[in-house]
């Protein structure tokens, strides 16, 4: 069975006035319909891999692979044309605010209505209940009057969920989640979560979910990339992480604060090397 | 990377990653911010220009003769030899009077630019600042003067004053401060809420210390930017009063007074009206180049990217 | 001897009360946080504290002394604030001397060079990064930047929103460590504002739970790191906020 997506000694490079800087130094990985975790703190070149995968990374920025393939698919041959296809069709991806990704003058009805014309022609009821659908299946209730509401109106949470379904609204294979959580309360979080991965399982799509939170990769993922620096420095299934072997992974993990905290002190990353 | 263990140079001093004074601090901020325009062609075709138009008025007397000297045998000659412009009507030589001219230009931009600007930006600083009933009295204000077009008002200035470069320069400027004003206060509103803002609120700042020590400085870049680009308008403003005989008058080599003299032989004699006006189109492109160059360098925002 | 003291207090943003009946005592050298969700409040009741939100009614005294609504620079030596963003907190056009420098000046205390080295030294921000500007730091650099700045005038209250939040996870021990010694080395007292539980338990001794406007529960950190905190919502907090990953061996 083809995996889903190849990688192969990927590199994402931009050029700064003292010469080209390297953010993503040559990873590969492979991906099938499972879900992947990629976790890194700022500058581990986790959020330009996923931009390097759906070629959204602008220039002066310049990408380069040995393999990139979707499903048999060379991404790196398609066209702009071709990609604009495959984005949002067949690979989508959920980006952190939703603050900043749904348009503030459009009713969430609208959006969710525009992004299903996108992709197929229907009645305006058809429409409609399309659209109905999407939000109960985000576990929305009231679909009506949340249809009506403007982004400003609704709660983080709520708006996540409507950035989910309007990506999943074209039945895509691939889910690329860059921080999805991030700007929400914690207990919100968990459903947030819950739902993209109960929407994964049941549709078979693979997942990548990028984020800084360990924690929350193990628990929602099958395996986990830990990248820093541009480079992947651990690969493992997610529930043996605590018995990962790479001491930048460890020194994360111990980094973190601990509900039932015991320590006078946390241990601190050392980066003389750096 | 070079290995250069020569004694450090001026520019290592300057691009210094750990200044060791405020000095350095700042100077190398702003040498960083001229190689970032260096790089935009247009701009240093921008920035050449007006330097020439200073070089030029500066020079003049060196460069050119006098450029009220009438010579009434030769009057209008085309361009030659003796004459790299022509003469107008009056026998006198374009090109000195359009050398001379650049004077006049920069009188009336430095002029309006250093009354507009720092009224409009002290007004709409404090506007923004204390919002209440002092926004409603100075945005009021504001408005009142916004609503003039700047002809009309200079038109009245001068049937009340009598014409003249001076009384031209006035209204000019009190035509342009409201622009500043609205654009400062637009500023102050988004800054006003910033977290360095409350910080300093915090510390015990008085609202003058806060106004003139942290937001003004905010401010500066998009006044520059903002006053660099109004030059062309306010050239051609100077320009547009000097064609109605509102602003210099003769025999001053005003380029919109020559302009409007030369309207009467441009078919056959072309010379005289567009040497002037190939000047003001010169001149106002260059500005218009070196703001654009300078919003590229110095909006905060790609200030923080570097 | 009471730190700070709040005494129901109501804050309001134009028509809304947003926060109702806050009643905190802070001992001296206390380490207290107010958790909670986006919404809950605590963020505002901070504001109210620093002098941002100046409609409130109710009480806030520091030390015994109550506060005036708006600027008051007496409090200021008293109590300072270190905000949540790093990149935000910081005037962009200010290196750091500059920014440091600034409440020595406000409050007319001399002697800027000295203070300026000693307090970069106490937050561990080397000499060199002195006359940087903030675009040329890293966020912890940064965060100690601020918390160099609320130093300055030696407060003995620090008011810390979410001071961590916007940092990697490697960065905040950095920083929650250079927190805790601080506050041992000059008894400091600490109110904190953070969702971050774990957080909490690290730094805090005693915490209150805010949800709606209104304190739910106070308790101190032994309870919540045992889970035998009283009021379901705290419980439930807590509960969402409890690692799945094991402690490191």
């Known amino acids: 069975m083809t995996p889903l997506l190849e990688v192969e000694n990927l590199r994402v490079s931009f050029p700064t006035p003292r010469g080209p800087v390297e953010v993503v130094r040559g990873i590969s990985f492979t991906l099938g319909r499972e879900r992947l975790g990629i976790v890194g703190e700022s500058g581990s070149g986790k959020s330009m891999t996923g931009r390097a995968i759906l070629r959204l990374v602008r220039p002066p920025g310049r990408v380069a692979a040995d393999r990139l393939s979707f499903d048999g698919l060379d991404l790196r041959s398609q066209s702009e044309g071709e990609m604009r296809r495959l984005r949002g069709a067949r690979i989508s991806m959920i980006m952190q ?3 900043y990704s749904l348009n503030p003058v459009m009713t969430v ?21 399309r659209v109905r659908d999407m939000l109960e299946a985000v576990r929305i209730e009231a679909p009506d009057r949340v249809a009506k509401l403007y982004p400003h109106e609704v709660s983080g949470g709520m708006g996540q969920r409507i950035m989910i379904a309007m990506m999943l609204i074209p039945e895509p294979d691939l889910l690329i989640a860059d921080e999805p959580t991030s700007a929400l309360d914690v207990s919100v979080r968990a459903q947030v979560l819950d739902l993209i991965d109960d929407l994964i399982k049941r549709r078979g799509m693979g997942l990548i979910l990028i ?3 360990l924690d929350l990769v193990a628990r929602y993922c099958d395996r986990i990339l830990v990248m820093k ?18 001491p930048y992974t460890r020194a994360l993990l111990a980094a973190a604060p601990r509900l039932d905290e015991t320590r006078a002190e946390l241990p601190v990353l050392d980066r003389s090397a750096a | 990377m070079t290995l250069d263990l020569s004694r450090p140079t001026l520019r290592d ?26 790089r935009n062609p247009l701009a240093v075709l921008g920035a050449l220009i007006i330097l020439a138009l200073l070089v030029l008025a500066l020079i003049a007397p060196l460069i050119a003769t006098d450029p009220i000297a009438q010579d009434l045998p030769n009057r209008l000659q085309p361009p030659s030899g003796a004459h790299w412009m022509g003469t107008d009507e009056l026998g006198r030589d374009i090109y000195a009077r359009v050398i001379y001219g650049t004077r006049i230009t920069l009188e009336i931009v430095v002029l309006v630019a250093i009354l507009a600007a720092p009224l409009g930006l002290v007004i709409g600083a404090v506007s923004g600042y204390f919002g209440g009933w002092a926004d409603r009295v100075l945005m009021g204000l504001t408005d009142i003067f916004l609503s003039m077009p700047k002809l009309i008002l200079a038109l009245a200035f001068t049937a009340a004053l009598g014409p003249g470069i001076e009384h031209a320069i006035i209204a000019i400027a009190i035509s342009s401060w409201p622009g500043y004003a609205r654009i400062a206060r637009a500023e102050t509103l988004t800054i006003r809420r910033a977290e360095y803002v409350a910080a300093v609120e915090l510390q015990g700042a008085s609202a003058l210390r806060v106004i003139w020590g942290h937001i003004l400085p905010l401010l500066t870049s998009s006044l520059i930017i903002r006053v660099t680009l109004d030059m062309a308008g306010i050239i051609l403003t100077a320009a547009g009063l000097g064609f109605i005989g509102l602003g210099a008058q003769p025999p001053a080599p005003e380029w919109g007074a020559m302009i409007s003299r030369g309207r009467s032989f441009i078919l056959d004699q072309w010379w005289v009206a567009t040497m002037p006006g190939f000047a003001i189109v010169i001149v106002s492109l260059g500005f218009c180049f070196l703001g654009d160059g300078l919003r590229d360098v110095l909006d905060p925002r790609s200030a923080e990217r570097r | 001897m009471s730190a700070l003291m709040l005494q129901n207090l109501d804050v309001a943003y134009g028509e809304t009360v947003v926060t109702h009946g806050i009643t905190l005592d802070i001992a001296e050298g206390e380490s207290f946080a107010l958790v909670g969700e986006s919404g809950s409040g605590k963020s505002t009741v901070l504001k109210a504290i620093a002098g941002l939100a100046p409609e409130w009614t109710g009480a806030i005294s520091a030390f015994g002394v109550p506060r005036g609504h708006g600027v008051d620079r007496g409090f200021a030596r008293q109590c300072q604030m270190v905000f949540q963003d790093p990149y935000g907190s910081l005037h962009p056009r200010k290196t750091v001397d500059a920014t440091l420098a600034e409440p020595l000046r406000i409050q007319r205390i001399g002697d800027e060079a000295a203070r300026i080295e000693a307090v970069m030294a106490a937050v561990g921000l080397a000499p060199r990064l002195r006359f940087r500007f903030p675009h040329q730091l890293s966020g ?17 209250i620090l008011l810390l929103d979410e001071p961590t939040s916007a940092l990697d996870v490697s960065v905040q021990a950095e920083i929650l460590n250079l927190l805790k010694r601080l506050r041992r080395e000059q008894n ?35 309870q919540l790191k045992h889970g035998t905190m009283v009021d379901p919502y705290s419980r439930e907090l807590a509960r969402l906020s409890a690692h799945a990953l094991p402690a490191p061996a």
Not at chain 3, 140 to 156: D, E, F, N, S, T
Request: charged letters at 20%; glycine letters at 6%.
């Open chain 1, 97 to 99: 605010d939703p603050k």
């Open chain 1, 109 to 129: 009805g609208e959006q969710i209505a525009e992004a299903v014309r996108a992709h197929a022609r229907m009645s305006r009821r058809a429409l409609r209940q």
């Open chain 1, 211 to 213: 984020s800084h939170d």
């Open chain 1, 229 to 246: 620096e541009g480079e992947i420095v651990e690969s493992c299934p997610a529930q043996n992480l605590g018995a990962a072997t790479h």
């Open chain 2, 13 to 38: 001093w300057l691009l210094a990653d750990s200044p060791a004074s405020r000095t350095q601090a700042r100077l190398g901020r702003a040498y960083r911010a001229s190689l970032a325009l260096l």
């Open chain 3, 140 to 156: 912890g650099q940064r965060q100690r930047v601020a918390i160099a700045r609320a130093l300055m005038l030696a407060p003995k």
């Open chain 3, 188 to 222: 400091l007292t600490f109110l904190l504002v953070t969702h971050n539980l774990a957080v909490v338990s690290f730094l805090c001794d005693r915490l209150a739970v805010m949800r709606g406007g209104r304190i739910v529960e106070v308790a101190s950190v032994a």
